[in-house]
C-alpha cells in the first residue's frame, strides 16, 4: 500500500515525547513489510543537526491559508532505505524556532496557523508527488485537520480517490484547542462547525476534527481504547469516541529493538544476555560508584525514569512516606513540575544513603540506571501506552505499574512461575506501597527473582509485531472501501 503518514515530531530529526519514537520505528516497520511509507513533518531548526543529510526536493507548494497564499519548499531526508520516504516542509516564519510548539511562557499563540498550514502543506504535497495514496494515518492534534480536508476540500482529488483514514491518539489531553476565528484560517465550510463537526465548547478543536472525520481511529494500546471513551479519562471527548463505535481500536507501540538491546547498547559499560546476571549486578556496581551511591546490603534498587507530574504518578510518589523506610534504595532521573524537585531534593537531605536525585534529561544515565536497576516504577495516573516498562523488561529490570493503558496490556502479575513484574489498581500511595513490598519479597527469593526478570527480557515487544497489526487494519479499510463502492 501508498501510505501517507504525516506527524508533528519524528526521531531522530526532532523530538518532544513518544509521538516521535512511534513516528521514526512505526514507518520503518512497515516499509520492511512491503509497504511505500511517506513521512511528512515541519522543517524545524533541529533537523539540520539530526545527523541525517537532507537535501531539497526542488519542489515549491503554494498553500492556502485564509486569505493568503504562502509557498513551502519541500526537503527530504537521505536515507536510502527502500519504501521510505521522509519529507520535510518548510516555512521558516512558522518552523525555524528554537522549539517544537512553545517556549517557557507557554504554547507559541499562533499554533493554530502553523498547524493549519502544515496540515494544507501535506495534502498539498501529496497531490504534487502524483501518486494515488491508499492510507493517510495522521497522529495527534497536529494532524486532525487534514482527516477533514480529507473528506471536504480535497475529497474530488484524484490522489486520494481510493484514499483512508485513520487518526492514531498518541495522548487525548493534548487537542489543539483554539478561538472560532481561528476556522476562517482553514478555509473548510463554515458547515463543519457545529457540535457534530470541529466545534468544542464554542472553540475549534482540531483533535475532534480528526475524530470526527476520520475513517477509523485508534491508540497506542487496547485498554487505552477502552479507558478514554469514559469520563475519567475521555477529557470531554468521551462522547465523541463512545459516537464512533467499534470504529475506536487500540494498538500496542513497540520497542525499537535496534536502539533498546542491552546485548550491544553502545552506552553501557558491559554488554549482557538474559542469562548474565553477573554482568547486570557489575552495572549497578558501576552505577553506584558514578552517582555516589553506597550499597546496602540485600537492598534492590528501584529506578523511576521519566516526566516528574502527577500524571505519572508522582503525587502518589510524594505521598508514600513509608517507601525509603523499607530495605530499598532509589534512583530517580527527569524534570518535571518545580515542586516536585523541591520535594526530592528536600527528601534526599534526609535519606542521603538511600535515594539519588538527578533532575536532567541524560540519555546515556537513562541507559545505564535502565540497565543498572532492579526494580522500575511506573505508578501513572493514565499512561496510553509508556514506554519505561516495555524498555525495563528488555534489560531484565522488573516494573511496577498502576494497571492502566498500556501499563495493563504489558505487565501482569508475577505468581512466581509466570508475569513479568508486580502491579497495583487503586491509585493511592498504599497501592504503590503494597506492590513494592511484594516485589522486594520476590527479590530476597533469588531463583524467583531470576524467574520474573527472565520473563520479562523474553516478551516480544517489537515493532515488527506492532506493525503487522496496522497492515491488518489498513487491508481492513481498503476492503471497506471497495465494499461499499461495489
Not at 238 to 264: C, F, H, M, Q
Not at 395 to 400: F, L, N, Q, R
Not at 433 to 443: D, F, G, H, M, S
Request: aromatic fraction near 10%; charge should be neutral.
Amino acid at each position: 500500500m501508498n501510505i501517507l503518514f504525516p506527524v508533528s515530531e519524528c526521531v531522530p530529526f526532532a523530538k518532544t515525547g513518544g509521538l516521535a519514537d512511534v513516528a521514526g520505528a512505526l514507518p520503518q516497520a512497515l516499509a520492511k513489510g512491503g509497504h511505500q511509507v511517506s513521512v511528512v513533518m515541519p522543517m524545524y531548526r533541529h533537523i539540520h543537526n539530526a545527523g541525517v543529510s537532507v537535501t531539497s526536493t526542488h519542489l515549491t507548494l503554494q498553500v492556502p491559508l485564509g486569505q493568503q497564499t504562502i509557498p513551502a519548499e519541500v526537503w527530504e531526508a537521505q536515507l536510502f532505505e527502500p519504501g521510505l520516504r521522509i519529507y520535510f516542509i518548510q516555512c521558516t516564519p512558522f518552523f525555524e524556532r528554537a522549539e517544537l510548539y512553545g517556549n517557557g511562557e507557554g504554547d507559541y499563540p499562533d499554533n493554530d496557523q502553523r498547524f493549519v498550514f502544515f496540515s494544507r502543506a501535506v495534502l498539498e504535497l501529496g497531490k504534487a508527488l502524483k501518486q494515488s495514496w491508499d492510507i493517510l494515518h495522521g497522529h495527534d492534534w497536529h494532524t486532525g485537520l487534514i482527516l477533514v480536508y480529507l473528506k471536504t476540500l480535497y475529497a474530488a482529488e484524484p490522489a486520494y480517490k481510493h484514499c483512508k483514514s485513520l487518526l492514531t491518539i498518541h495522548n487525548l489531553a493534548y487537542q489543539g484547542i483554539f478561538p472560532p476565528e481561528s476556522m476562517a484560517l482553514t478555509g473548510l465550510p463554515t458547515s463543519v462547525f457545529n457540535a457534530e463537526g470541529v466545534e468544542f465548547w464554542g472553540r475549534l478543536n482540531f483533535l475532534k476534527a480528526g475524530l470526527v472525520f476520520s475513517d477509523w481511529i485508534n491508540t497506542v494500546s487496547p485498554t487505552y481504547a477502552r479507558e478514554i471513551k469514559t469520563p475519567e479519562f475521555g477529557h470531554g471527548l468521551d462522547g465523541v469516541l463512545r459516537a464512533r463505535g467499534n470504529k475506536v481500536s487500540g494498538i500496542l507501540n513497540g520497542l525499537d529493538y535496534a536502539v533498546w538491546n542491552p546485548e550491544n547498547d553502545p552506552l553501557l559499560p558491559i554488554n549482557y544476555q538474559s542469562h548474565e546476571r553477573k554482568r547486570k549486578l557489575e552495572i549497578k556496581a558501576k552505577l553506584f560508584e558514578e552517582r555516589q551511591m553506597f550499597p546496602l546490603e540485600n537492598a534492590p534498587l528501584v529506578a523511576l525514569v521519566g516526566r516528574l507530574d502527577e500524571q505519572k504518578g508522582l503525587d502518589i510518589l510524594a505521598a508514600a512516606s513509608e517507601l525509603l523506610h523499607l530495605n530499598l534504595q532509589l534512583i530517580i532521573l527527569g524534570t518535571g513540575a518545580r515542586k516536585y524537585h523541591e520535594y526530592l531534593l528536600n527528601l534526599k537531605s534526609k535519606f542521603a544513603r538511600k535515594l539519588s536525585v538527578n533532575l536532567e534529561f541524560n540519555n546515556e544515565l537513562a541507559h545505564k540506571i535502565y540497565a543498572g536497576a532492579d526494580m522500575f516504577l511506573m505508578p501513572s495516573r493514565f499512561e496510553p501506552c509508556g514506554l519505561g516498562q516495555l524498555i525495563a523488561m528488555r534489560y531484565g529490570t522488573v516494573p511496577i505499574v498502576r494497571t492502566t493503558g498500556g501499563l495493563a496490556d504489558t505487565v501482569t502479575e508475577f505468581d512466581g512461575t509466570h508475569g513479568n513484574g508486580f502491579t497495583f489498581a487503586d491509585y493511592s500511595a498504599e497501592g504503590l506501597l503494597t506492590a513494592v513490598k511484594r516485589a522486594c519479597e520476590v527479590y530476597a527469593n533469588p531463583t524467583a527473582w531470576e524467574k520474573v526478570t527472565h520473563n520479562g527480557m523474553l516478551a516480544d515487544f517489537s515493532w515488527e509485531r506492532s506493525a503487522g497489526e496496522y497492515d491488518r487494519l489498513y487491508r481492513q479499510l481498503q476492503l471497506s472501501a471497495r465494499i461499499f463502492k461495489n
